[in-house]
Structure formats: C-alpha cells, structure tokens
C-alpha cells in the first residue's frame, strides 16, 4: 500500500556529485527511521545512511564525510547527498523506510536506482 519511488541516480565521473531522493506515495505513520541501502553484484546489500524521526543519522564508514542524509519534515521524502563520488561507490541504492509496528517492524523499499561512477 505504500510505494517508494526513487530518482537522481547515474552516471557520473569521479569527484562528483549526485543527489538521490525517494518519495513515499502517502504519509506513513510510525517510522522508525528512513534510509539508504546499496548492492553491487555478487555482495551483500549494505547500509549507507540512516536517519531517525528524531534526526539521529548514522553512516557506513565508507562513506562518512562525503554523503549526508536529510529528510522533509513530513517524512514522505528522504535524500542523500553523494559528494566526492568515488569507483567503489557504484552500486544499485534502494531506499528503506522501516516502520513501528507494534511488538515488531515492517520495511518498505524503493525498486532501486543504478549510480554508476566512473574513473
């Protein structure tokens, strides 16, 4: 019932920058957080950033520094900020929304977005 759309992915060189964004197709109630997740082929899919209804945010070391995570104030949309684009940071990114349930959790996500940075 609820769908996450995402958008801002591609390519780019190196050194560069991209900002993605995930909307939500309606408020959700009950968030725990919001996040980014990415995936490169043969890997496990591993977290990038999260942030908390309470603006808690939490980053992968790899890339701490160069990314930022930001939300509306609705919590229908999360970004992420990617500066400083690096090779290794290649890989499809699917947006999380975790939601509250009672005694339990539920997670939404995006159907992924390719960024793709070259040398």
């Known amino acids: 019932q609820v769908q996450l759309v995402e958008s801002g992915g591609g390519l780019v060189q190196a050194g560069g920058a991209l900002r993605l964004s995930c909307a939500a197709s309606?408020?959700?109630?009950?968030?725990?957080?919001m996040g980014w997740y990415r995936q490169v082929p043969g890997k496990q899919r591993e977290l990038v950033a999260t942030?908390?209804?309470?603006?808690?945010?939490n980053y992968a070391d790899s890339v701490k520094g160069r990314f930022t995570i930001s939300r509306d104030n609705a919590e229908t949309t999360v970004y992420l900020q990617m500066n400083s684009l690096k090779p290794e940071d290649t890989a499809v990114y699917y947006c999380?929304?975790?939601?509250?349930?009672?005694?339990?959790?539920?997670?939404?996500w995006g159907q992924g977005t390719q960024v793709t940075v070259s040398s």
């Open positions: 942030i908390t209804s309470g603006d808690n945010t």
């Open positions: 309606r408020i959700i109630f009950s968030i725990n957080s």
């Open positions: 999380n929304v975790r939601i509250r349930l009672y005694r339990t959790y539920d997670d939404y």
